[in-house]
Every structure is written in structure tokens, then in C-alpha cells.
């Protein structure tokens, strides 16, 4: 018996012993659910995604008790560590302005220029909203930045702000943004749309030019060019009963999304037509714009109207002229934005629902083409969140990011998503 023991005890020693000398297992790493981008101890609000045939860039206003202390940081994604690297500070812009629907965004032409487009509020106190859009431009991947520059030189702009920006296809950026000045429509409300090109030999901008009058004076514009060159430009009109295209008994201005194309890199501009007519009687601004990409070769739409009757995030095609097949993704959506890749669109927007009488905003992505997958939730349950913005990284990873309000400071928050 006392043999038997022993050889028990025996094995047993030995396969310790085998087990400690055995190379422990890794546990492989994996990307969190939910990555925050920024210093939770500061404010940060204005997410931007800029992507061109190279990098994806992320940019953001970090904002501060005085508002001349706000600053603009950015970074670069890092597709071999499936992260953000380390963020860059743009020194020049200290002190910018900040808008949810009228952020500072940071683009990069083909030749690696880097551009930074921003707002300062206007120093006349008589303008209560007015402010001037800057530039400045760094050719290390922000490591220095040029002096800054206004965007408009005209003493008859007062006022530039609601700016986007996309790679066009010389490998230059075109910039859109709505201006005080009246050089379309002198005698309706809103303001114009103007549209410019850079110039990176030169670090300047070229080709400044009206293009659409008469449009709401804060909602978000889009430019986004199609794999063919051509240039897409949408936002939201001001239609006066005077003009063509009012109907309805109720004699308030109508605010409807409208579009135009450029088929020469911005030389000339089609007459802007509906994207559609949903007829939103409304007086003020709704503070949320649309949003265009491509898939399989349609060019595709995303927008919020709160008409009465048809109110909600709506999604229509282009067919060679006109927009048809109007949708709708959810009655309870604001500030959709889109992106797609060669199957399917994605539109994320955040969406109020309530929960044990109190109430959240959730962002919620939807699968447009794809009817037999439904909207999933992207942030996290029962919590606040805002503005959300969507790249693709390639064919099979979305990259997302939204402000989240559940703490004291706003937060950027980040997540990889496979559909």
C-alpha cells in the first residue's frame, strides 16, 4: 500500500513538474469593443474622418473653459496596430471656433499636403453668428504648420462656415462651404454655396465660385467624388413661396435637400435640382445635413426631414438625372452620415428610445441593400451619444466613431465593426 502511494505521488510530481516547464500560453490580442480616443479629463467634440487613396485621418476640436484656448488635434490610422497613433496638435488653429455640424476638418491632398480648414468667430459684435474660415497647411504629417490664411479675401464676405472636403481627382481637395455673400438669388434668404480647389505647389486655394443661392444657412453640406471623377455636392435649400418649386397651403419657407454635379473637377456645375421634395415646411434651421457615397456605381443619399407627415432619416438612389426610390430608415434619427463599399450602403445616425421612463441616444447602423441583415447598435446600452461619424477601412471593416455624453467631459469614442 505505502508503495502504491508513492508511485501516485510520484506521477503526480512529474506531470507538475512537465506542466512548469512548459511555455505558458499567449492569449491573443484583440481590438476593445469601444476605444476612447481622446483625454477623458478635457472636452472633445467634432469628430471628422478624411480618407484618400493612403491614410485615414480622424480630427477633432478639444474645447476649454476660455474658447480662445480650444484646440485642433488629429491622427493617423495605423492599419498594422488596427489603432490610432499618437495625436497631433495643430498650433495654428488655437483658439477656433466649434460646431457639431460645422467642424474643423483636416484633409490630405495625393502629394501629402496637409490642409487644415477652421472657423473663428467674428470679432464684430453686431455679427452675432458670423465668422471667417482659415487654412493652414503642413507638407511632415503636422510635425510644422504655415501661417495661417483666410479662405475668402473678399471684404464682402462677412461670413463663411457649414465647409466640407473631399479628394477630388487630380489628387487636389475641393471645398465647399455656404457664404454671406449674394451673388445667386440677391433677393432670397440664406446664404450661397461656394466651392474652391487647393493648390499644393502653391499651398493656396484656386477656382473660387458660387455655385447654389439661397441655402440654409446652418445645416451640414457633403462633397464626395464617385470612382468616375465626378463631383457630388448636397445640402439643404431655402425655398421661398415666390420661387419655383414652393407648394402647400402653409406660406413658410421650405427647407429641402438639394443637389448638383460637377462632371469637369469643378469647372463648371450642373443647376441644382431636388434630391426630394419632401416639402418641410419649417422656419429655422435644423442643424443636420446630408450625407453621399457610392456603391456598385449608384451613387446613393441619407438625410433627415422633419416634415409632418414623412418626418424621419430617409435614404434614396440617383438615377441618371433625378433621385427616386425614397426610403425610410427610422422615424426617431438625426445626424445620419454614410458611407459604402462595392455591395452595400451603411448609414449611422443616433436615435432616441427610452428605457424604464429615461431616455438614451444610441447609434444605430443600418445596412441599406442588404434587407435581410437589421439595424444593430453600435455604442453601448443605455447611454448618451451624438454625431456619429463612418469610414470604410476596406471592403470588410467600418470604422466608427461618436461623441459620448455619459461623463462629465464629452468623449470621443471609436469602434472596428465587420458586417
Known sequence: MKSFFYNILLVSLLFTSCDSKSPKSKKKETTPKYVTLTDTNKQSEGTYFFKNQKNILVNWTETHKEPNSNELKFTYWNDNKQKFDTEIVVPTAKGLQLHAESMAKIGETNSGTLYAFYRRKSKDRTSRFGG?????????????????????????????????IEILADGELGIIWLDSRKPID????????????????????????????????????????DKKGTIHIAYRNIIDKEEPGFSGEDETEIRDMYYTKSTDNGVSFTKPIPLSKDNWHFYGCPHTGPSLAESNGVL????????????????????????????????TGYHPQMTANKKVYY???????????????????????NQTKPSVEISEALSQNNH???????????????VNTDTRNPKIIYTLYKP
Open 132 to 164: 471667417n474660415m482659415y487654412y493652414s497647411t503642413s507638407s511632415d504629417k503636422g510635425k510644422t504648420w504655415s501661417t495661417e490664411k483666410k479662405l475668402v479675401n473678399d471684404p464682402n464676405s462677412t461670413s463663411q462656415s457649414f465647409f466640407d
Open 388 to 402: 456619429p461619424v463612418i469610414t470604410t477601412i476596406n471592403d470588410d471593416t467600418l470604422l466608427i466613431a461618436w
Open 186 to 225: 440677391k433677393n432670397h434668404k440664406g446664404k450661397t454655396l461656394y466651392f474652391a480647389k487647393t493648390d499644393s505647389k502653391t499651398t493656396s486655394i484656386l477656382s473660387e465660385k458660387p455655385i447654389a443661392g439661397s441655402t440654409c444657412e446652418c445645416c451640414r453640406t457633403d462633397i464626395f467624388k
Open 347 to 369: 448609414a449611422v445616425y443616433e436615435e432616441y428610445y427610452e428605457k424604464d421612463n429615461k431616455g438614451y441616444n444610441k447609434i444605430e447602423l443600418n445596412f441599406i441593400g
Open 300 to 331: 446613393g443619399a441619407v438625410w433627415y426631414t422633419g416634415a409632418p407627415e414623412n418626418s424621419g432619416v430617409f435614404f434614396i438612389k440617383k438615377s441618371k438625372d433625378t433621385f427616386k426610390g425614397k426610403t425610410l430608415l427610422t422615424k
